[in-house]
């Protein structure tokens, strides 16, 4: 069985790969330079650390483990559990550079205000499908 240092450093890994999928990319496409380093900066870590924690040369204590949850939008404890690999397969990847700097935006505004921003985004849904219908409607009615 896994022991505690390896649990959070798996986990550690986990939110790499999903700060990796929300990576914001430059409006050129540019390819992504330096996510160790911004995925330390997220953490509050240097880089240097970073490396180390990876490397195994250091192990995440449990102070640095409620600070990456916090830091990362966690529940205090997440980094403790084994966290189910399928939940990570189902959820949906932004799979293109406009679609990983949309994530971001709105993450950055629901951190920002999480019941306003949720209430407009469900508003927005609301009308775009309501559009959609009514596009289906026509092209039925007009066949």
Do not use: H
Request: hydrophobic residues 40%; proline residues 3%; aromatic residues 6%.
């Amino acid at each position: 069985m896994a022991d505690l240092a390896d649990i959070r450093l798996a986990n550690t890994a986990a939110l790499f790969e999903e700060f990796k999928s929300t990576a914001v990319v430059g409006p050129a496409g540019d390819e992504l330079k330096g996510l160790e380093a911004r995925f330390a900066e997220q953490l509050r870590i240097s880089a240097s650390y970073w490396s180390q924690l990876k490397s195994r040369n250091r192990q995440i204590g449990e102070i640095l483990a409620r600070q990456f949850e916090a830091n990362c939008g966690k529940p205090q404890g997440w980094l403790d559990q084994k966290q189910s690999l399928q939940e990570d397969k189902t959820a949906p990847v932004p799979s293109t550079a406009d679609e990983r700097f949309l994530v971001q935006m709105l993450l950055t505004c629901y951190r920002m205000n999480p019941t306003s921003v949720k209430q407009r985004m469900l508003e927005l849904m609301e009308g775009e499908l309501a559009k959609a219908q009514q596009q289906k409607r026509k092209k039925t009615n007009g066949a």
